[in-house]
Structure formats: C-alpha cells, structure tokens
C-alpha cells in the first residue's frame, strides 16, 4: 500500500528546532518529488518546501533560511530541519508526494498525503 | 507578490451544479500553471480531487470536473451531495519550484 506516515511533532519553544520525519512505503521516494505543506489552525493550507528527485529543493519565503528538506534514500524518508521556528510556524505538517503522469512527467500537483503531524510552538 | 485568489464560501443546493475558481492577483490562469484541485473535511487530511487541470486523480467520482473559465482555474461539481460539503483548495505551480495554494473555498450543500 502506497502511505506516508509523518512523525516528529510536538511542543517547542520559540527560537527553538524540530525535524519532521516522513516514511514512505509502497514507492520510492528518490524516484519522487516531495513535499512538506502545513496547515495552521483554523487557516487554510500553506505550500513549504519541496525536493526533487535530483536533490535539487525549493522553499516558500517563510521558512526559507530557517527549514531545510532532506531524505535518506536508504530509510525512505523524507525530513524537515526546523529551525529558529516561530509562533507563527504552528500548524499541522503534512508530507506530500508530488504526483507523476503515467509517462514519468511531474504534473506539479500531490496525489499521496500523510495524516500529518502537529507542531506548536509557544512564545 | 503574487495571491492565488479562491471565493471565501460557497453555497449550493443538493442536486445542484457549483463552480469554483482559482484565479491570480495579477495576471491569467493557464494550464501552464498545472492548475490542482483538494477537498479537505474538518480533522482529515486533505484528498485530491483533479491535476493537471483537469485530470481526475484515481477514484474521484466524474461529478468532479476541472476547466479553465476565463483567466481563471475552475472545479465544477455537478448533482453536489451532502458529503460535498467541505473546504476546496486550488494550487498552482508558480515556477521555479514553487507551488502556491488559494485560500481555500468553504462549500455548504443546503
């Protein structure tokens, strides 16, 4: 079965650092891009960061310098280096694959998402 | 810098025929944007409703259908049924890695 499950929520304080982790099973995330995308409470969904399946990684503004995405081929996992988080980084985090056409083409949109993971972090 | 436009709410009534869209704060959706669709129900992880503007992901019922109308990306839901009712977010890719998604629609089936 095709799953991503996330892990490494939880309550931190501000300035502080998090990593997310997020295991895929049923596919190769290195055959893949993938995404992290959060959701604060209440809000609606917000694009973070993504790698690709070159290790190339691009960030939304407001993490970029602060996160960092990773994987480990060999646990296929996919991380979130969170860094110097904020009160305004609170939000669900879920990890996202990046859906591939039938003929290998990347269609920029995500097709398998995690139950996410829930970081909150007090000031 | 650049917004991805969505109505805030939406009402339809049971058996009835909604529209979203997904617009830009400056400038036209194209289907050079891959212009995507999500239904999200309160506590649930979101679910993918169509791709590549208007290709439904796998196991999405044909009542869902993507288009684009005007300048602008849209979902049509036909014969919405109560179990439409949720919040319905667009994403486009903006380029250079970066995706951005809408606000999100809130749509009430009554």
């Known amino acids: 079965e095709v799953q991503l499950v996330e892990s490494g929520g939880g309550l931190i304080q501000s300035g502080g650092s998090l990593r997310l982790s997020c295991g895929a099973s049923?596919?190769?995330?290195?055959?893949?891009?993938m995404s992290w995308v959060r959701q604060a409470p209440g809000k609606g969904l917000e694009w973070v960061s993504v790698i690709y399946s070159d290790s190339d990684t691009h960030y939304a503004d407001s993490v970029k310098g602060r996160f960092t995405i990773s994987r480990d081929k060999s646990k296929n996992t996919v991380y979130l280096q969170m860094n110097s988080l904020r009160a305004e980084d609170t939000a669900m985090y879920y990890c996202?694959?990046?859906?591939?056409?039938?003929?290998?083409?990347?269609?920029?949109?995500?097709?398998?998402w995690g139950q996410g993971t829930m970081v909150t972090v007090s000031s | 810098q650049t917004v991805v436009t969505q109505e805030p709410s939406f009402s339809v009534s049971p058996g009835g025929t909604v529209t979203l869209t997904c617009g830009l704060s400056s400038g036209s959706v194209s289907t050079a944007y891959y212009p995507s669709w999500y239904q999200q129900t309160p506590g649930q992880a979101p679910r993918t409703l169509i791709y590549?503007?208007?290709t439904r992901s796998s196991g999405v019922p044909d009542r869902f259908s993507g288009s684009i109308l005007g300048n602008k990306a849209a979902l049509t839901i036909t014969g919405a049924q109560a179990d439409d009712e949720s919040d319905y977010y667009c994403?486009?890719?903006?380029?250079?890695?970066?995706?951005?998604f809408g606000g999100g629609t809130k749509l009430t089936v009554l």
């Open positions: 590549s503007t208007n």
């Open positions: 049923g596919f190769t995330i290195s055959n893949n891009y």
């Open positions: 994403v486009l890719y903006m380029g250079s890695g970066i995706s951005l």
């Open positions: 996202a694959r990046v859906h591939r056409n039938s003929d290998g083409y990347t269609m920029f949109a995500f097709d398998i």
